[in-house]
């Protein structure tokens, strides 16, 4: 398995602003993915991050309003741009692991609150 | 492409009670199929998976899912629920050649009563 970490664990935003969230992982993975769980919803996810290439963004998500970094094998950062309520979320981000990379474990998430 | 449908979206149970939480799925390509647990106000946690072989899967706390192809079925099933397993549970599939993508399921709340 995989530890994950993310920070912040919440946070209150004020509209048209922008928050950027951290994700931390003890072991070098190649794929890490950043989901989003609105209230009492399911996951959702939103890009997939590799070390050295784009972001690959699913369906109704864009680059401008969630840019991804990905500067090396442990870590990723997720920006929520030009925050609105309706981005209000936990966002959670997940890594590839196990011994056939082929199990995805979760970090705790962010939970975000837009005003 | 993949999908899942969870059929219950809450499960009122008395303590030591069985249950059985169901998932069904619809894929094109051979599957890979999970159980996540979400504790309140906590991430997810992995429960089980089936990637290949035998189709009785067991995971962690004493719950075991069994894989129907037939029947694009992967129910989550305990024969003894606790007060602590009142959760959330996600049920997620992953398309072999979809890049590791999950897609998961809506949800099942579980509500262990004493």
């Known amino acids: 398995s995989a530890v994950i970490s993310q920070k912040p664990s919440r946070d209150i935003c004020q509209r048209g602003t922008s928050l950027t969230i951290q994700c931390q992982v003890d072991?070098?993975?190649?794929?890490m993915f950043w989901y989003r769980q609105q209230p009492g919803q399911s996951l959702t996810l939103i890009a997939t991050a590799n070390q050295g290439s784009e972001a690959t963004y699913e369906s109704g998500f864009v680059i401008d309003k969630f840019p991804i970094s990905r500067p090396n094998l442990t870590f990723s950062t997720l920006t929520v741009s030009n925050m609105s309520p309706e981005d209000s979320s936990i966002y959670l981000c997940?890594?590839?692991?196990?011994?056939?990379?082929?199990?995805?474990?979760f970090g705790p998430g962010t939970r975000l609150t837009v005003l | 492409a993949q999908s899942v449908t969870q059929l219950d979206s809450q499960v009122p149970v008395f303590e030591e009670a069985p249950v059985e939480l169901r998932c069904n799925y619809s894929?094109?390509?051979?599957?890979?199929l999970f159980w996540y647990v979400q504790y309140p106000n906590q991430g997810l946690q992995l429960l089980l998976k089936?990637?290949?072989?035998?189709?009785l899967v067991k995971g962690i706390n004493g719950f075991e899912a069994e894989f129907n192809k037939s029947q694009t079925s992967f129910h989550l099933r305990k024969p003894s629920v606790h007060i602590s397993d009142t959760a959330e549970y996600f049920c997620a599939v992953s398309g072999w050649n979809q890049g590791g993508k999950l897609i998961f399921g809506q949800g099942t709340e579980l509500s262990v009563k004493p």
């Open positions: 894929s094109s390509v051979s599957v890979y």
């Open positions: 997940s890594v590839e692991a196990g011994l056939a990379g082929d199990t995805q474990y």
């Open positions: 072991s070098q993975v190649t794929m």
């Open positions: 089936y990637l290949s072989g035998s189709t």
